[in-house]
């Protein structure tokens, strides 16, 4: 059992109140933390850093010919890893599988997983014309549990019961985290609504770094709660103008270092130990926002040397072939039937212009079937870790 803070005892942020049925429950105060932040030169020189590797992420995003070619594949990854923090075990091969196939999904996982893609989706539209508020957050609530196992937790409706964090088979009593009840936590949330929007001095990072824990500490959902919180980082992150396209993603980094994603979060209520989250995340958007760079760039090369290929090799069909493969870098996974649909051509030519672009090994097949045949875009695809882990991705041959 986690040993919880006296009740009473205040920290920077909040306090631990008995409540009438015996448990205890967190009240988080308002933001911004008071005292502010401590930013020492420590901190201080990780924000610099974390600034200058976005800056040089939006810059590389800047020079890419289409970028909606490639900011899809990343906000898909981002859909898969959020979800498999929460346990869910649907990997991107399954995702990329079942939009080529348009198949209903086959899990929960599975549904879970695409979900969150259009639930980051929907988001990213609405914000064109509409400010971040709780409104549009339950919205996207209401888009990621959509015919989901949560679909009985009130999809769309802040909760009106009392929630917790724990272990299976823990209680209010054994919890190690119990959010503030519905009226504390309404306040809460209204609050976090002003802070989001004001207009007192603090670096967008820092903003968006304490306005995730507060929000995972408001835990206002029934279900659902770490997933829309990491949406809402993406969205603060666009909201802010620290990005100019949707290319940075942290559940990467947040999967790999679950554990401490978690202490630092609960170290914020138990110890007001804002300064070590903040250094935690921006060390999270400094990675990230370097690997991403790397990987377009990688991408930018993949494409030229590819569509040379295309064009050396396929005489009257590259224009056809040229096309099919810019689509490859939205959806990875192929099969003749979507091909042919993608370019609008008979069912024999897009199946003729597969198989030359497998003789080119640009494409894969990865079923070994004779008729209803799937191929990968492999060179592109081991671009992602999350895709070279699936072993369905790269049979042995």
Partial sequence: MVSIPHPGRATRAGVYLP???????????????????????ALATLLSEADSAVGRLDGVASTLPDEGLFVGMYALREAVLSSQIEGTQASLVD????????????????????????????GLERLKTLPLSLRLIREIHAKLLDGTRGTNRDPGEFRRSQNWIGAAGSDLSTARFVPPPPPDMTSALESLELFLHSTEPMPPLLRVAVAHAQFETIHPFLDGNGRVGRLLITFLLCTYGVLHRPLLYLSYFLKAHRAEY??????????????????????GVRQVADEAAGTARQILRLRERHRQVVTDNLGKGAANGLLLLE???????VTNRSAGKTLGIAPANATALVRRLESLELLTETTGRKRNKRYMYYPYLTLFPEAQEDPRAFPES
């Fill in 262 to 283: 978690y202490d630092r979060l609960q170290a914020v209520r138990d110890e007001g130990a804002w300064e070590a989250w903040t250094a935690f995340f921006l060390q």
């Fill in 327 to 333: 689509s490859l870098y939205r959806q990875p996974v």
């Fill in 95 to 122: 995702v990329l599988t079942a939009q080529t196939e348009a198949e209903q999904p086959r899990s929960d996982d599975l549904r879970e997983a695409q979900n969150y893609g259009i639930a980051m989706h929907y």
């Fill in 19 to 41: 409540q009438p049925a015996g448990y205890r429950a967190f009240i988080p105060k308002n933001l911004p933390p008071d005292p502010p932040l401590d930013v020492d030169a």
